[in-house]
C-alpha cells in the first residue's frame, strides 16, 4: 500500500512517496519557491521548472511526475491515503485524524497559536484534497506527541481562566522527531521504552528538547507557539516577555515585533551571518567575536535545559541528538556534554568527532565506555514516522511496526483454498476445461480462478473454496483449524507440497466430484522473500524465524519457515485462525525478530 507524506511549507512543497508494505521510500522531492511562476521541481531525477503560482499547481506537478510513464505510481488510485504535516492541532486534534470539514475548522482555529504554520498547512491540505481526490487524507500533528504532558508542566503561570477560555497553554512541537528518537534510543539500547528515562535533542533551523519518561513526553521546550525555548536558526527562544511589550509602546507594530522575533533573531539576529549553523561555525572558527557568541548562547541555552530535564526526571538514561545540529556539529554536541559529568555524561571525543550516524544505520553512540549516561546520535526520520500513522489512522493498529530498524513483512492472510492436478481439473469442470483468472496474488505467475469448488468432509462440506492456479502434479487443499473440525478431518500441520501421510476428502465441482485419498494440510505459516530480501534479513531457505506483531494483540509468532526463490515476492502467509488470532489482515505487516533455528541440513 502507497502513501504519500506532504509537507507544504510558505514557498514549498516536500514529499515522500513510501511503498508500506516494505516502507520502502518509492520517491521523494520538493518544490521550490512556490507562489511564483518559474517554480522548480527537484526530484530524484534531475529538475523541471514548473507553474507553481499555488500550491495546487505545484502538487499537480507532483502528480504528475510520480504517474509519468514507469514512475512510482501507477494512476492516483494506486495511492491507499495521502499524509499531511500540521504543526499544531491544539487539544484536540490529539492523534492522527482523517481530514474532513470539522479537523479543517480546528485546524484553522489553531492558526491563532501557530500563525507562521497553520495557514499554510492548510492551504495544503485542501489543495491535495482537490489534486488527490479519490484517497483519504489524514493530518500528523507536531503537538500530538507531547499530548500527555501534565498540567504542572503545560500550564502558563497566568489566570487560569485565559487556558479554560482561550486554550493559552504550552503544547510543544517536533513530536514525530522526538517520537522518532525515543524508538531508535530504546532499540539501541535493547530495552523497551517503557523503561528509559530520555532527553531528546532536536536541533536544526528549529530547535527543542523533550524529557521522556516510559515513552512518554513529560516536558519539553517549545510552548504555546513554536516561538519558546532553545535558540533557533531565525526565533529568539526564550525571551523576557516585557521585551515585545518595550518595543510596541516604543512605536514598534505588532507584525514587525513578529517577524523580529520569528524571522529576525536567534543564530541569525546574534551573529548578523544568518541561519546556517555551518557558516557560523566557520566564521567563529575564523575569530568572528558575534559568531562565537552565537553559538556560546546556543550552547548555554541547551544545556540548562538538558539539565533542567535530569532534574525532571530524576536522571537520565540516555541524551539523544538529531537533526541538521544534532546530527553534524560534533563542537554543539561536545560543548554541550562537557558540563554535565555531574550526571554521568563523558563522551567518547574520537566518537564524536569521527563516527556519523548515517554510517551506522540511523544511530551511533559517542559516549565513553561505561558511562552511565549514554549519549546517542540519530538520524531522524519524521515522514517515515508520519506515513506509519497514517497507515494506523486508515488501515489499523497492525499496518505497520514500532520498530525502527527492522525491516516490515507484509501480511497474506491464506484463506481456505485448493492445487487442482490436471485429472481432478477436468473431473470437476470437464475435460480440458480452462480455469479463468479472477485476481492475482502475491506470488508471481499465481492467481485465484474465478471458479469455486465445495469440500465435503465425514461430517461436513465447506462451500464455495478458492481455486489457485497453475494447475499442480497432485491435487493439495490448505484449510484452517476450524474448517477440518466443520468438515471432519484431522490434517497435519505441513508445508506445502509434502502430502505424505494426510487425510482426504471429496472435492464437488459443477460437472461432477473427486474423491482425493490424501493432500489436506493446515498449511504451515512461512515467508516468501527473494534471495536478495533474504540477504538483507541474513537469512537462507528453510530457516525457521520468529517476527513480532504489533497492535492491540502485540505478540511474537515463531514457527515460521523461510521460503527462498528467485520468483517470490516478500510476504508472510498465515491462515485464518492464526490472523484472527493476532488481529492480523492482509494489510497488515510483521516485524523480522531473528532466526530460530538454522536450514535443515
Given at each position: 500500500?502507497?502513501?504519500?507524506?506532504?509537507?507544504?511549507?510558505?514557498?514549498?512543497?516536500?514529499?515522500?512517496?513510501?511503498?508500506?508494505?516494505?516502507?520502502?521510500?518509492?520517491?521523494?522531492?520538493?518544490?521550490?519557491?512556490?507562489?511564483?511562476?518559474?517554480?522548480?521541481?527537484?526530484?530524484?531525477?534531475?529538475?523541471?521548472?514548473?507553474?507553481?503560482?499555488?500550491?495546487?499547481?505545484?502538487?499537480?506537478?507532483?502528480?504528475?511526475?510520480?504517474?509519468?510513464?514507469?514512475?512510482?505510481?501507477?494512476?492516483?488510485?494506486?495511492?491507499?491515503?495521502?499524509?499531511?504535516?500540521?504543526?499544531?492541532?491544539?487539544?484536540?486534534?490529539?492523534?492522527?485524524?482523517?481530514?474532513?470539514?470539522?479537523?479543517?475548522r480546528i485546524i484553522e482555529e489553531c492558526a491563532a497559536y501557530?500563525?507562521?504554520?497553520?495557514?499554510?498547512?492548510?492551504?495544503?491540505?485542501?489543495?491535495?484534497?482537490?489534486?488527490?481526490?479519490?484517497?483519504?487524507?489524514?493530518?500528523?500533528?507536531d503537538t500530538a506527541f507531547h499530548a500527555q504532558l501534565p498540567?504542572?508542566?503545560?500550564?502558563?503561570?497566568?489566570?487560569?481562566?485565559?487556558?479554560?477560555?482561550?486554550?493559552?497553554?504550552?503544547?510543544?512541537?517536533?513530536?514525530?522527531?522526538?517520537?522518532?528518537?525515543?524508538?531508535?534510543?530504546?532499540?539501541?539500547?535493547?530495552?523497551?521504552?517503557?523503561?528509559?528515562?530520555?532527553?531528546?535533542?532536536?536541533?536544526?533551523?528549529?530547535?527543542?528538547?523533550?524529557?521522556?519518561?516510559?515513552?512518554?513526553?513529560?516536558?519539553?521546550?517549545?510552548?504555546?507557539?513554536?516561538?519558546?525555548?532553545?535558540?533557533?536558526?531565525?526565533?529568539?527562544?526564550?525571551?523576557?516577555?516585557?521585551?515585545?511589550?518595550?518595543?510596541?509602546?516604543?512605536?514598534?507594530?505588532?507584525?514587525?515585533?513578529?517577524?523580529?522575533?520569528?524571522?529576525?533573531?536567534?543564530?541569525?539576529?546574534?551573529?548578523?551571518?544568518?541561519?546556517?549553523?555551518?557558516?557560523?561555525?566557520?566564521?567563529?572558527?575564523?575569530?568572528?567575536?558575534?559568531?562565537?557568541?552565537?553559538?556560546?548562547?546556543?550552547?548555554?541555552?541547551?544545556?540548562?535545559?538538558?539539565?533542567?530535564?535530569?532534574?525532571?526526571?530524576?536522571?537520565?538514561?540516555?541524551?539523544?541528538?538529531?537533526?541538521?545540529?544534532?546530527?553534524?556539529?560534533?563542537?554543539?554536541?561536545?560543548?554541550?556534554?562537557?558540563?554535565?559529568?555531574?550526571?554521568?555524561?563523558?563522551?567518547?571525543?574520537?566518537?564524536?568527532?569521527?563516527?556519523?550516524?548515517?554510517?551506522?544505520?540511523?544511530?551511533?553512540?559517542?559516549?565513553?565506555?561505561?558511562?552511565?549516561?549514554?549519549?546517542?546520535?540519530?538520524?531522524?526520520?519524521?515522514?517515515?514516522?508520519?506515513?506509519?500513522?497514517?497507515?494506523?489512522?486508515?488501515?489499523?493498529?497492525?499496518?505497520?511496526?514500532?520498530?525502527?530498524?527492522?525491516?516490515?513483512?507484509?501480511?497474506?492472510?491464506?484463506?481456505?483454498?485448493?492445487?487442482?492436478?490436471?485429472?481432478?481439473?477436468?473431473?470437476?469442470?470437464?475435460?480440458?476445461?480452462?480455469?479463468?483468472?479472477?485476481?492475482?496474488?502475491?506470488?508471481?505467475?499465481?492467481?485465484?480462478?474465478?471458479?469455486?469448488?465445495?469440500?465435503?468432509?465425514?461430517?461436513?462440506?465447506?462451500?464455495?473454496?478458492?481455486?489457485?492456479?497453475?494447475?499442480?502434479?497432485?491435487?493439495?487443499?490448505?484449510?484452517?483449524?476450524?474448517?477440518?473440525?466443520?468438515?471432519?478431518?484431522?490434517?497435519?500441520?505441513?508445508?506445502?507440497?509434502?502430502?505424505?501421510?494426510?487425510?482426504?476428502?471429496?472435492?464437488?465441482?459443477?460437472?461432477?466430484?473427486?474423491?482425493?485419498?490424501?493432500?489436506?494440510?493446515?498449511?504451515?505459516?512461512?515467508?516468501?522473500?527473494?534471495?536478495?530480501?533474504?540477504?538483507?534479513?541474513?537469512?537462507?531457505?528453510?530457516?525457521?524465524?520468529?517476527?513480532?506483531?504489533?497492535?492491540?494483540?502485540?505478540?511474537?509468532?515463531?514457527?515460521?519457515?523461510?521460503?527462498?526463490?528467485?520468483?517470490?515476492?516478500?510476504?508472510?502467509?498465515?491462515?485464518?485462525?492464526?490472523?484472527?488470532?493476532?488481529?492480523?489482515?492482509?494489510?497488515?505487516?510483521?516485524?523480522?525478530?531473528?532466526?530460530?533455528?538454522?536450514?535443515?541440513?
Amino acid at each position: 500500500m502507497r502513501v504519500l507524506v506532504v509537507n507544504v511549507g510558505s514557498t514549498s512543497v516536500k514529499y515522500n512517496l513510501y511503498e508500506m508494505d516494505t516502507e520502502a521510500r518509492l520517491a521523494a522531492g520538493r518544490v521550490e519557491r512556490v507562489g511564483t511562476a518559474d517554480a522548480t521541481h527537484i526530484h530524484e531525477g534531475g529538475s523541471d521548472r514548473i507553474d507553481g503560482r499555488d500550491v495546487t499547481g505545484a502538487l499537480r506537478a507532483i502528480l504528475a511526475h510520480l504517474t509519468r510513464d514507469a514512475g512510482p505510481l501507477p494512476d492516483p488510485s494506486a495511492l491507499a491515503a495521502v499524509g499531511h504535516r500540521v504543526v499544531h492541532g491544539g487539544e484536540q486534534l490529539v492523534t492522527p485524524t482523517p481530514v474532513d470539514e470539522r479537523a479543517e475548522r480546528i485546524i484553522e482555529e489553531c492558526a491563532a497559536y501557530a500563525p507562521l504554520h497553520n495557514p499554510v498547512n492548510l492551504a495544503g491540505i485542501r489543495a491535495a484534497r482537490a489534486v488527490f481526490s479519490q484517497v483519504p487524507h489524514v493530518a500528523v500533528f507536531d503537538t500530538a506527541f507531547h499530548a500527555q504532558l501534565p498540567p504542572h508542566a503545560y500550564s502558563y503561570a497566568i489566570p487560569h481562566e485565559l487556558y479554560l477560555e482561550k486554550g493559552i497553554r504550552r503544547y510543544g512541537f517536533h513530536g514525530p522527531s522526538h517520537q522518532y528518537m525515543a524508538l531508535s534510543a530504546a532499540e539501541h539500547l535493547r530495552t523497551d521504552l517503557s523503561r528509559l528515562k530520555l532527553i531528546t535533542c532536536h536541533l536544526g533551523g528549529g530547535a527543542s528538547v523533550s524529557a521522556i519518561e516510559h515513552g512518554v513526553s513529560v516536558e519539553t521546550s517549545m510552548g504555546m507557539t513554536p516561538l519558546e525555548g532553545l535558540v533557533m536558526g531565525t526565533r529568539a527562544g526564550d525571551l523576557d516577555p516585557a521585551i515585545p511589550m518595550l518595543l510596541a509602546k516604543q512605536g514598534m507594530a505588532a507584525g514587525d515585533i513578529d517577524e523580529l522575533l520569528n524571522r529576525r533573531s536567534g543564530l541569525a539576529g546574534l551573529s548578523g551571518i544568518g541561519a546556517d549553523f555551518r557558516d557560523i561555525q566557520n566564521a567563529a572558527e575564523a575569530g568572528d567575536p558575534r559568531a562565537r557568541l552565537a553559538i556560546e548562547v546556543f550552547v548555554h541555552r541547551l544545556r540548562k535545559y538538558v539539565g533542567a530535564y535530569a532534574a525532571t526526571l530524576g536522571g537520565a538514561d540516555a541524551i539523544v541528538f538529531t537533526g541538521g545540529i544534532g546530527e553534524n556539529s560534533a563542537l554543539v554536541r561536545s560543548k554541550v556534554c562537557e558540563g554535565l559529568i555531574f550526571m554521568g555524561v563523558a563522551l567518547d571525543e574520537r566518537a564524536n568527532e569521527a563516527k556519523r550516524a548515517a554510517d551506522h544505520g540511523g544511530i551511533v553512540e559517542i559516549s565513553a565506555p561505561r558511562a552511565p549516561t549514554k549519549v546517542l546520535v540519530v538520524r531522524t526520520d519524521e515522514e517515515r514516522i508520519i506515513a506509519r500513522e497514517v497507515m494506523r489512522c486508515v488501515v489499523g493498529p497492525t499496518a505497520t511496526i514500532r520498530s525502527v530498524r527492522a525491516r516490515p513483512i507484509p501480511v497474506g492472510v491464506s484463506v481456505r483454498h485448493v492445487h487442482l492436478s490436471r485429472a481432478d481439473c477436468d473431473a470437476l469442470f470437464g475435460p480440458g476445461y480452462e480455469l479463468t483468472k479472477k485476481r492475482d496474488v502475491t506470488q508471481p505467475g499465481q492467481y485465484v480462478t474465478r471458479e469455486t469448488v465445495d469440500l465435503v468432509g465425514p461430517k461436513g462440506e465447506v462451500r464455495r473454496v478458492a481455486i489457485i492456479n497453475p494447475l499442480r502434479k497432485q491435487t493439495q487443499v490448505e484449510v484452517a483449524r476450524t474448517d477440518a473440525i466443520t468438515l471432519g478431518v484431522s490434517p497435519p500441520l505441513r508445508e506445502s507440497g509434502k502430502l505424505e501421510g494426510t487425510p482426504g476428502l471429496t472435492l464437488r465441482g459443477p460437472v461432477g466430484s473427486v474423491e482425493i485419498p490424501s493432500g489436506v494440510i493446515l498449511a504451515h505459516r512461512h515467508v516468501h522473500m527473494s534471495p536478495d530480501e533474504a540477504r538483507d534479513f541474513g537469512v537462507q531457505d528453510r530457516d525457521v524465524i520468529k517476527v513480532r506483531v504489533d497492535g492491540d494483540r502485540e505478540m511474537t509468532m515463531g514457527d515460521v519457515i523461510v521460503r527462498v526463490h528467485p520468483e517470490f515476492t516478500l510476504d508472510m502467509h498465515v491462515d485464518t485462525d492464526e490472523a484472527n488470532a493476532a488481529g492480523l489482515t492482509s494489510d497488515s505487516v510483521v516485524a523480522f525478530e531473528g532466526v530460530q533455528e538454522p536450514r535443515e541440513g
